[in-house]
C-alpha cells in the first residue's frame, strides 16, 4: 500500500470534520487537468509513507481529529484501500473517501460494511466526452453509473464534484450531467486552478461570470448545487 503523502490538519477536506488528509498514490484516470500528477504517474515528486508510519500519527491525533480524508490518485486502485480504511475506522476516525467511481464493487462493500462515512465522487463530464476528459480512448461508464446510482440510494452522506476546464466543459455538458444526477444531494461545480503540476498543458479556467451561468444550469437539476473555489 502505497501511501504517497499525508497532509496533517484540514479544516476543508471532511465537511464538518476537523480531519487530516492521506494521499494514496496510483490512479487508473490521466485527466490532463488533474493536479495530483505525480500522485497518478507514481513520479518522484511524491512521498512514500510508511503505513506503521501514518497510523501511529493518527494514533497521536486521537483526542485532535475528528476524521480522516482519503484521496489519492483513486484510493480504491489499490487491494489493499480497504485494510487501511478498516484500521482508520478501527482507531476511532471518521472516514471521507474520495473516489471517480470506477471501482464499484469495492466502493458498495466499503459503504454496506460502515466503513465509510461520506462520500466525494467526481463526475468528469457528460459521457460523451468521458474518454477524453479521463486521457483514455474509452471510459467504464457502468461502473460509473453503478457508483452514482449507489450514492444516490442514500445510505451515505456523499457529494458529486465536477472541475470546470475550458476545451472540456460546455453548458449543454453541465445540462446533461444535471439530467443524469437529477436530485442529488449535493453537487459542487469546482473552479479550475493550475497547480503547477498538471498531466496536462495550456489549460484555463473560465471567468467568474462563466462559472455563475453554469451555476445556474446546474441547479435546474440539483437545487443545492455550490461553486467551489472561486
Same mark, same amino acid.
Request: charged residues 25%; proline residues 3%; aromatic residues 10%.
Given at each position: 500500500? %502505497?501511501?504517497?503523502?499525508?497532509? %496533517?490538519?484540514?479544516?476543508?477536506?471532511?465537511?464538518?470534520?476537523?480531519?487530516?488528509?492521506?494521499?494514496?498514490?496510483?490512479?487508473?484516470?490521466?485527466?490532463?487537468?488533474?493536479?495530483?500528477?505525480?500522485?497518478?504517474?507514481?513520479?518522484?515528486?511524491?512521498?512514500?509513507?510508511?503505513? !506503521?508510519?501514518?497510523?501511529?500519527?493518527?494514533?497521536?491525533?486521537?483526542?485532535?481529529? +475528528?476524521?480522516?480524508?482519503?484521496?489519492?490518485? !483513486?484510493? $480504491? &486502485?489499490?487491494?489493499?484501500?480497504?485494510? $487501511?480504511?478498516?484500521?482508520?475506522?478501527?482507531?476511532?476516525?471518521?472516514? %471521507?473517501?474520495?473516489?471517480?467511481?470506477?471501482?464499484?464493487?469495492?466502493?458498495?462493500?466499503? &459503504?454496506?460494511?460502515?466503513?465509510?462515512?461520506?462520500?466525494?465522487?467526481?463526475?468528469?463530464?457528460?459521457?460523451?466526452?468521458?474518454?477524453?476528459?479521463?486521457?483514455?480512448?474509452?471510459?467504464?461508464?457502468?461502473?460509473?453509473?453503478?457508483?452514482?446510482?449507489?450514492?444516490?440510494?442514500?445510505?451515505?452522506?456523499?457529494?458529486?464534484?465536477?472541475?470546470?476546464? %475550458?476545451?472540456?466543459?460546455?453548458?449543454?455538458?453541465?445540462?446533461? &450531467?444535471?439530467?443524469?444526477?437529477?436530485?442529488?444531494?449535493?453537487?459542487?461545480?469546482?473552479?479550475?486552478? +493550475?497547480?503547477?503540476?498538471? &498531466?496536462?498543458?495550456?489549460? !484555463?479556467?473560465?471567468?467568474?461570470? !462563466?462559472?455563475?451561468?453554469?451555476?445556474?444550469?446546474?441547479?435546474?437539476?440539483?437545487?443545492?448545487?455550490?461553486?467551489?473555489?472561486?
Amino acid at each position: 500500500m %502505497k501511501i504517497s503523502g499525508l497532509q %496533517k490538519l484540514t479544516l476543508l477536506d471532511f465537511p464538518g470534520k476537523t480531519a487530516c488528509t492521506v494521499f494514496l498514490g496510483g490512479c487508473n484516470f490521466r485527466c490532463p487537468f488533474c493536479h495530483n500528477a505525480s500522485l497518478v504517474l507514481g513520479s518522484d515528486g511524491s512521498e512514500n509513507i510508511p503505513e !506503521e508510519e501514518f497510523l501511529a500519527f493518527l494514533e497521536s491525533r486521537r483526542n485532535r481529529l +475528528d476524521g480522516v480524508a482519503v484521496t489519492g490518485g !483513486e484510493p $480504491l &486502485i489499490s487491494d489493499n484501500a480497504e485494510a $487501511l480504511i478498516k484500521k482508520i475506522k478501527a482507531l476511532g476516525f471518521a472516514v %471521507k473517501l474520495d473516489t471517480n467511481g470506477t471501482y464499484s464493487e469495492r466502493l458498495s462493500r466499503l &459503504i454496506e460494511n460502515g466503513l465509510v462515512d461520506y462520500v466525494a465522487m467526481d463526475i468528469k463530464n457528460s459521457p460523451h466526452k468521458y474518454a477524453k476528459t479521463i486521457g483514455l480512448s474509452s471510459a467504464p461508464l457502468g461502473k460509473i453509473e453503478e457508483s452514482i446510482h449507489l450514492l444516490m440510494n442514500g445510505k451515505v452522506g456523499y457529494e458529486f464534484r465536477t472541475t470546470l476546464v %475550458k476545451g472540456f466543459h460546455t453548458q449543454a455538458d453541465i445540462e446533461t &450531467i444535471g439530467k443524469w444526477i437529477t436530485g442529488a444531494e449535493r453537487w459542487y461545480l469546482q473552479a479550475f486552478k +493550475d497547480s503547477g503540476e498538471l &498531466i496536462g498543458e495550456g489549460l !484555463e479556467g473560465f471567468s467568474r461570470e !462563466e462559472y455563475l451561468s453554469f451555476l445556474d444550469t446546474a441547479r435546474r437539476f440539483v437545487p443545492n448545487a455550490q461553486l467551489r473555489g472561486l
